[in-house]
Structures are given as structure tokens and as C-alpha cells.
């Protein structure tokens, strides 16, 4: 006889009898539980409960260990009633909605066109609100879960969450919803068909508006025709709003993002800088301004943050989410648990976080000037904000912003020390590839092209060999103190020709430092302070060099000093671009970054 059992109340049902040293596997061995021997009972918890009722799916015995159950030879009535509140998977919880409750989650979801994150949203919407199957079946699109809150876990570890919806939608039948006939069912695709067109038809003339209003901006541009009160201005500020939208919307997509990530300058730099100066992040609280897959604010909390906040408006950060609490499932050998009267069959799924960093990460979607933070101050303030020529897209005025609102008094913003440097470039090739090209074209003269294409500054990367002068800083920036109005501005520079040429072009380039508060005996190891330069002579990275042609090649010799003023602010109609005006010699041309 076995000793005397144990009694486990299993919140929402009924006593388990468990005995309290079972056989864990079929062959009598101790062999099943392999390195999961150390691990101490825990307190059952049940972790994904029917929408409507008490009725569960599973829950735990071990810390890292997920059990489900299935009874065979059962003759102890007891163990019955204890394990019949369980089901064997999400689909079984979800077949018993449909018979008991008469919800059909693959009907809803059709109905509403459910993604992913829309069944998130519903899923969490019914624990919190609790709404009648009757209230859910009525509503029309959009559903009253559409609100991003519904995106938070009502339940802790709910495993619905991690199901795969588009598995059910495969797999269902929706030619007769909720016992319609299928005329009636037709009618009611039909309607909802028919409504889905009139907002694409509406949406698609507004579209066509507005790429009508931008074609007539953009013949005024090149014209040079006056544009000032004219009906394309206005069309362009009623567009200013749907143009923020398509800038987030393009750091939505993980291109854009792996290329930053294997950038490996960039991405090198700041996790050298990190790791090297985690006295820094030690327990502090770290605001991550454009988190986007979250990168930065890891580094921050491996190197002992406290806590980390990471902000992002594009749709990126939901990916940054899963990145942060990444969690991987491992199917074990299954066990047998032998009793006196029945045999419990188990299969052992073992949860991993791969990163669990979410205990010390928050992510906030939202610009950064209209969210809430879940604290008043920070301690330091890091981003990955520089464009193309640095000020593109003119992502430091979040920073800025951040940097007064958040930043507690004596604390840090990194990067804090930037340049932006010119050198002249002689390329005769490259110039007649981009200007000269365009007087003959095929035997035909289509020289006016030049009006249009050498107002463009060019992102390219820069033949090293085609310098012929010494760089010359334009502009230096401290993080810590620099307003946003000193972000346009004008410059004089001069450069010393090292050769004698054609001058075709001036190129532009950054630098970035790390440097208030920086482990001195690290930089001393270091043979600069500059820990990643754009400059042509440098290692490439994403940002390149800006280019902006001359029309006219400049004859210069060595030894001169060509000397030039440049002027750069924001595009009034496009604040996220620049106009930068070059004069140098007898020559004035206005360049567009855009």
C-alpha cells in the first residue's frame, strides 16, 4: 500500500488525490525527469480558464514545467470529477464555448477579419469585460476591443494569447453562423462585403485627391513657379498629418531595421559604449528615445538598469515586445504517474525565456511628445536619432524634447557630442554620370533635367580616393544643452585643397562621441574619443555621405583655401527634410535632403 495521499486544491475545481512519490515514467525510472530533478513543488496555478466559465485548460505542478493531462482507467470517481474540468488544448476549450456558450471564436474572428493582434485584443477584451455572447454577436466592425489596452494580458500567462488563430480559421466551416440559413448567412457576407467596398471606394478617392494635389506641388517645385498661398500649399499642410503617419509607418517594416542592426559601426559602437560604461546604467532608469526592436534598451538592461522605458509610434514595437519577453517551448519525453487504481498519461512542455528582460523593460507606443511615462524622471536619456547629414528626419527634437521633460537635473543623454564636417570632392566621372548625362540622351537634349536633379543632395558612399581636402567641422552639437531652434543655422568654412583638380562636389559627413562621465581608463585604450565617424575615409556604414553637386566644376589648386558659407533649416512644408544652401566662389545653389 501506498503511503497515505496527498489532498492538491486546484483553484476553480475540485480536490486532487495524488500520491505523494508516483513512478515517473513508464519503465519505473527516475530517467523522464532529466534535468528538471532539482525543481520544488509549486502551488498550482491555473493559467488559461474558459471565457465564460471556470472551466480550465491546464496548470502547473513545477516552476518551468506545463502538464496536460489525460486520464485513462480511471475507476477512482474522485479523480473524475477532479480532471474534468480540464481540456487537452486550446481547440477543446475552444469546442467547448462553442457547445456550451454558443461563442464561435472562428466566426467572430471571420466576421471581423481578425489579425493576430485583433484576436489579442479580443481574447482580453472578454476576461476584462466579461461581455454576454449575445453582446458580442451583435456588435459590428470595428468591435469595442479595437482599443490598444486590450493588447496588455488580462490573464498572466494565458496560453490563448499564443495561439494561432489562422490554424482555426483554416479549419472552419462559416457558410451557416449561429444557426442561419445559408440564404440569410449570404445576405449577411454580402451586406458586410458590400460596406467594406464603400470604404475602400471612399478611401481610394481621397487617395487619388491627394496624389492629384502632390503631382500639381510637385510640377510648381521644379517649375520654380511661385508656390506661396497658392492651393498646392495648403493641400500640402492638410497632408502634414498623413505624411507623419507614412514617415512612422516606414519604420514599421524590419528592413529597415536589420539594416540598422548589421550596421555594425553603429550597432558595435553603442554596445561597446554600454557595456564599457555600465556604471552609468547601473541601477538607474533608462529612457530609450525610438526604441524600435528594443536593442538599445537591452544593452541598457544587461548592463544593470533598473528599469528601462522604450518608446516607438511605428508598429515595430509590438515585434520589440516579443523580442524583450521571448519565450521558447520545448516538448519533453512524456511520463506516466501510476496510482493504485488509474494511470495518469503526461506530456512535460518546458517554457524558456529566451530574453526575459521584461520584468525590467517597458515599451510605450506613441511619439514620445504625446505618451505618458510611467515615472516622472530619468537618469539617462539614449538614442539612435541621426539621419542622413545628421539632422535628416529631425528625430533630435524628440530628444530634445525628452531631454527637458524627463531628464532628472545633472543626468545624461547620449550620444551627447556630434558633428557635422564638409571636404570637397573631385569625381569627373560621377559628375558626368549625374549632370552631363542629361545634354545628350540617346541623340536627344534633355538638359532642363538639370533644374530638377541638382537641387538633389545625394546619399552615397564617397571614393575615399576622391578627396582633395581637408574636412572642415560646420557645426558642433552638445546634447546636453543645444535647443531646437540652434538645429538651423549658417556656417563659414573654409578647405585646404591637398590637390590640385576639378572640384565637382562638397561632401558631408558626422561624427559621433560618448563622453560625459565615460570611463576614463577605457578611453585612455582608445585612440580616439570618436567611437563611429561616417566619414569616407572610415568604415562604411548605413548613413553614407551626402553629396551636393556643383553645376559648374571649381578649377583648384593645392595649398588654396576654398572658401564658402552653408546655410541648413528644415522644409517648411516637410519638416522632417532639409534645405541646405552652398555658397562657395561665385557659385549659390539651394539642395534639398529629402
Known amino acids: 500500500m501506498s503511503s497515505q495521499p496527498t489532498v492538491v486544491v486546484v483553484p476553480g475545481g475540485p480536490g486532487h488525490i495524488l500520491d505523494p512519490e508516483p513512478c515517473l515514467s513508464d519503465s ?3 530517467d523522464a525527469w532529466e534535468e528538471d530533478d532539482g525543481d520544488e513543488l509549486k502551488h498550482p496555478a491555473l493559467r488559461a480558464r474558459c ?19 489525460n486520464i485513462t482507467n480511471m475507476y477512482n470517481k474522485i479523480s473524475i470529477l477532479c480532471f474534468q474540468s480540464l481540456f487537452s488544448s486550446a481547440e477543446e476549450l475552444f469546442s467547448h464555448c462553442t457547445s456550451d456558450h454558443g461563442f464561435n471564436i472562428g466566426m467572430v474572428a471571420h466576421k471581423h477579419e481578425l489579425d493576430f493582434y485583433g484576436y489579442i485584443k479580443l481574447i482580453n477584451f472578454v476576461r476584462l469585460e ?15 476591443w479595437e482599443e490598444e489596452k486590450y493588447l496588455k494580458p488580462a490573464l498572466e500567462d494565458d496560453l490563448l494569447l499564443q495561439f494561432d488563430i489562422e490554424d482555426l480559421l483554416d479549419s472552419t466551416d462559416f457558410s451557416c453562423p449561429n444557426g442561419l440559413t445559408e440564404a440569410s448567412s449570404l445576405l449577411q457576407h454580402l451586406k458586410h462585403a458590400e460596406h467594406r467596398a464603400e470604404l475602400a471606394e471612399a478611401a481610394l478617392a481621397r487617395a487619388q485627391e491627394d496624389l492629384q494635389k502632390m503631382k500639381q506641388f510637385a510640377q510648381d517645385f521644379v517649375m520654380n513657379a511661385e508656390i506661396r498661398g497658392s492651393p498646392s500649399a495648403s493641400a500640402i499642410a492638410d497632408l502634414r498629418e498623413d505624411e507623419e503617419d507614412v514617415y512612422f509607418s516606414s519604420y514599421g517594416h524590419f528592413g529597415i531595421h536589420e539594416e540598422m542592426i548589421k550596421d555594425k559601426v553603429r550597432t558595435d559602437s553603442y554596445r561597446d559604449f ?20 528594443g536593442i538599445l534598451s537591452m544593452f541598457a538592461a544587461k548592463a544593470g538598469a533598473r528599469k528601462v522605458i522604450g518608446v516607438d509610434q511605428s508598429e515595430i514595437i509590438y515585434q520589440a515586445m516579443d523580442i524583450i519577453s521571448n519565450i521558447s517551448t520545448t516538448l519533453k519525453k ?10 495518469l498519461h503526461l506530456n512535460l512542455v518546458k517554457y524558456t525565456k529566451l530574453n526575459g528582460l521584461e520584468d525590467r523593460i517597458s515599451l510605450v507606443k506613441g511619439r514620445i511628445e504625446e505618451v505618458e511615462l510611467p515615472c516622472e524622471k530619468v537618469d539617462v536619456v539614449i538614442s539612435e536619432w541621426m539621419g542622413y547629414f545628421l539632422l535628416f528626419e529631425s528625430m533630435l527634437d524628440s530628444v530634445i524634447y525628452a531631454r527637458d521633460k524627463y531628464l532628472a537635473k545633472g543626468a545624461s543623454v547620449y550620444p551627447d557630442i556630434c558633428t557635422i564636417s564638409l571636404v570637397a570632392i573631385a569625381d569627373s566621372s560621377r559628375h558626368a554620370d549625374r549632370i552631363a548625362f542629361w545634354d545628350d540622351v540617346y541623340g536627344f537634349n534633355m538638359s532642363c533635367m538639370k533644374k530638377a536633379v541638382i537641387p538633389e543632395a545625394v546619399v552615397e558612399v ?65 585612440s580616439t574619443q570618436v567611437l563611429f565617424s561616417t566619414s569616407p575615409c572610415c568604415t562604411k556604414t548605413h548613413w553614407k555621405q551626402t553629396a551636393f553637386f556643383l553645376e559648374n566644376p571649381i578649377s583648384v589648386e593645392k595649398g588654396e583655401e576654398l572658401k564658402g558659407r552653408i546655410t541648413i533649416h528644415k ?4 519638416p522632417r527634410s532639409l534645405i541646405i544652401t552652398l555658397s562657395i566662389k561665385n557659385m549659390k545653389q539651394t539642395y534639398r535632403l529629402q
Open 28 to 30: 519505473g525510472s527516475d
Open 334 to 343: 512524456p511520463a506516466i504517474f501510476k496510482w493504485e487504481l488509474h494511470e
Open 51 to 69: 471565457l465564460f466559465c471556470d472551466r480550465c485548460l491546464f496548470f502547473p505542478l513545477f516552476e518551468g514545467l506545463v502538464i496536460y493531462a
Open 130 to 144: 466579461k461581455p454576454t455572447v449575445e453582446f458580442i454577436d451583435s456588435v459590428s466592425t470595428p468591435g469595442p
Open 274 to 293: 554600454i557595456y564599457q560604461n555600465s556604471h552609468l546604467f547601473r541601477d538607474k532608469i533608462v529612457l530609450d528615445v525610438g526604441c524600435g526592436t
Open 571 to 574: 522644409n517648411r512644408k516637410d
Open 462 to 526: 564617397i571614393d575615399p580616393g576622391s578627396l582633395i581636402s581637408e574636412s572642415c567641422v560646420i557645426k558642433r552639437i552638445d546634447c546636453h544643452v543645444v535647443s531646437v531652434s540652434e538645429l538651423e543655422f549658417s556656417s563659414d568654412f573654409t578647405l585646404t585643397i591637398t590637390k590640385t583638380s576639378l572640384c565637382t562636389a562638397i561632401a558631408g559627413y558626422f561624427d559621433i562621441y560618448f563622453e560625459k562621465n565615460c570611463n576614463k581608463r577605457i578611453s585612455e585604450l582608445l
